[in-house]
């Protein structure tokens, strides 16, 4: 976006300044801004057409995001809501900026992700899902473009413009919603706008297969994604759960976070630990006991050379000196 766009928007909003563009949504358009202390936020800018009816549906959207964001506001790996404003017939919402980069460039960058870098991601968004799900809110939009990953290599789960909220006792009667997805992401009954919460499930499981092997959405079919992993026995748990998450029938899916993170054997992330892993070598400790032992197998190995070699010799030297010294005795 040009310097002077820029500084159009930048009029109509008054209370923080706009530095630049972060990307384009389906509903609007955010920016990194800044307040007079210099202190840096996320801020979104609805976007609609001039008419009233485009209005009333912006701020409809606007409303429902905002009540969503401050159900959620204080939950780990979801950016804090900050404030709303409605200024000159615009809406912005003001959240905390998460500086790094999204998991589309983190993938981009990578190619494949290690089965148990997935796993951790797995396991920190099954989380996250676990808490807007008890606050009766869908997604409704997850994918790598979605998921943003801080300097330290923390998740988050960003854009909250697609959700829906879950009415409670609601039938199965009623009008369906607006069809919000991305293609590939979304599960059947997203597409024909009846929105389950296992339909975010749906698109996790989608993108944990997309780290793992590196196909996008539409070439995972069932034979090309499970051929494409090499994995040891021990972690072939993996494969069943992922199949579970993106089975077409929701009904015959994971109907709760919760019951893949039952599933799954591996200890929960502990908190503030890095999502994933740093390019560096990192030994755990039973790596570490591994190099000591074959140290000191090592070792052992030598001193047996060394005495089978060597050691012969050192004594019969020995016995030449000491015959030596006892015929020198003699002639004495």
Request: glycine share 6%; aromatic share 10%; charged share 20%.
């Amino acid at each position: 976006m040009n310097t002077g766009m820029l500084q159009a928007i930048a009029g109509e909003f008054t209370t923080y300044q706009l530095i630049k563009s972060l990307g384009q949504g389906a509903f609007g358009r955010t920016y990194l801004a800044e307040d007079e202390n210099g202190h840096e936020y996320a801020v979104k800018k609805l976007t609609f057409s001039s008419n009233s009816q485009s209005y009333a549906k912006a701020k409809e959207l606007f409303e429902r995001e905002v009540e969503s964001l401050q159900k959620l506001n204080g939950y780990p790996h979801i950016p804090n809501f900050v404030e709303y404003i409605e200024e000159n017939q615009q809406f912005y919402l003001v959240q905390q900026y998460i500086n790094g980069k999204t998991l589309t460039k983190e993938l981009e960058s990578r190619g494949k992700f290690t089965i148990e870098d997935a796993i951790k991601i797995l396991q920190c968004l099954l989380k996250v899902l676990i808490d807007i799900h008890e606050n009766n809110i869908i997604h409704r939009d997850i994918k790598p473009d979605n998921i943003m990953i801080d300097h330290e290599n923390n998740l988050f789960l960003i854009d909250f413009g697609a959700v829906k909220e879950i009415i409670p006792n609601q039938t199965k009667l009623q009008t369906p919603g607006t069809r919000i997805f991305t293609p590939g992401y979304a599960p059947l009954e997203q597409q024909y706008g009846y929105a389950e919460k296992n339909s975010d499930i749906y698109a996790l499981g989608i993108i944990i297969i997309q780290l793992i092997t590196g196909l996008e959405p539409e070439n995972q079919n069932f034979d090309d994604w499970q051929n494409q992993i090499i994995i040891s026995n021990d972690l072939k748990y993996i494969l069943s759960i992922l199949s579970k998450m993106i089975h077409k029938e929701h009904k015959y899916r994971y109907q709760s976070a919760q019951e893949i993170i039952d599933d799954l054997p591996t200890p929960s992330l502990q908190k503030n630990q890095p999502i994933i892993a740093n390019n560096h070598v990192n030994l755990s400790q039973e790596s570490g006991m591994d190099i000591i032992f074959f140290a000191m197998l090592l070792i052992m190995i030598s001193i047996v050379i060394f005495n089978a070699a060597f050691l012969p010799g050192i004594k019969k030297k020995e016995n030449q000196k000491h015959q030596s010294f006892l015929m020198h005795k003699v002639y004495l």
